[in-house]
């Protein structure tokens, strides 16, 4: 009886009755941010320059001279 | 005489629970890769800043859940992250710098602090697992104006164990390496999708598949 006693002790070991360091599997999502924490965001792009207006860029028509 | 015999045998049986085991690190990336970077411009500082409050990269213990032995790195774990990340950058398709090559205003700075690197058995009352638990924070920056932060953290494990020898703790650490990376380099596309101004590129969105 004794020895089967021993026999349980040595091959059924306690569970948890040490440390662990690793953290239990439900734990994990608490510790994983899941998204970006955004302290400053960056400067937004500079507006591409406006392409020139053909007509504002076209030469004004000849003036007539004015007879007196 | 008897009891000799069973002292002997139980030191011989038990030895290699109490010996020092050195936990080679993966050098394979991601299969496949997450593909998508554009040419989009990253820095990435390498090594990775050392903030582990317990130096040492596992545990050995007994089936009374008793510490026994260490697990230890081969190679700095800090210097192995880094690199192993910033190469996963690369075959995503991004222009990975290092922290003093020119850049653009817009490249994104990312800056990792290394937290947890732990590899432990969690034994149960009728079987065991090995569990790998890797946690790093990345600083995200840009000349631009960017600052963002985000902490990682993943769990590989091994189930079905009561003993262990090499391969199985080589198996978890391998699980929580890829998972990291994914995810590191998931929040590096994410990131660059909010604000396309950044790393001056064309960014797509970050997808399984060759390198592109």
């Not at chain 1, 030469?59 to 001279?65: D, G, H, I, L, T």
């Not at chain 2, 990269?57 to 081969?74: E, F, H, R």
């Not at chain 2, 703790?169 to 604000?195: I, S």
């Amino acid at each position: 009886m004794r020895r089967l006693l021993l026999l349980i002790v040595l091959l059924v070991p306690p569970a948890g009755c040490g440390r662990h360091f690793v953290v239990k599997p439900e734990e994990v999502a608490g510790r994983d941010d899941r998204q970006w924490t955004v302290i400053s965001a960056p400067a937004a792009p500079s507006p591409a320059e406006p392409a020139p207006d053909p007509a504002a860029e076209a030469p004004s028509p000849p003036v007539a001279p004015v007879s007196p | 005489m008897r009891s000799v015999c069973l002292f002997c045998l139980v030191v011989l049986l038990g030895g290699c629970a109490f010996t020092d085991m050195k936990l080679p690190l993966p050098v394979k990336g991601l299969d496949p890769t997450v593909a998508g970077g554009g040419g989009r411009e990253v820095v990435v500082t390498v090594p990775f800043a050392d903030d582990r409050g317990v130096k040492r990269c596992g545990m050995k213990k007994n089936g009374y859940n008793m510490d026994t032995a260490d697990i230890v790195c081969q190679g700095d774990p800090a210097l192995w992250l880094g690199k192993l990340f910033a190469d996963e950058l690369r075959a995503s398709g991004f222009r990975v710098l290092g922290a003093d090559d020119a850049r653009k205003p817009s490249a994104v700075r990312l800056d990792g602090g290394l937290l947890t690197v732990f590899v432990e058995p969690v034994i149960g009352a009728w079987s065991g697992s090995l569990e790998t638990d890797l946690q790093v924070k990345l600083v995200a920056t840009s000349d631009t104006g960017l600052r963002a932060e985000r902490v990682f953290f993943v769990k590989g494990a091994k189930k079905g164990l009561m003993v262990v020898t090499d391969q199985p703790v080589q198996t978890a650490f391998h699980r929580a390496t890829q998972d990291l990376l994914r995810e590191m380099v998931q929040a590096v596309f994410e990131l660059m999708l909010k604000y396309p101004q950044l790393g001056g590129g064309e960014i797509r969105s970050g997808r399984a598949g060759a390198a592109g």
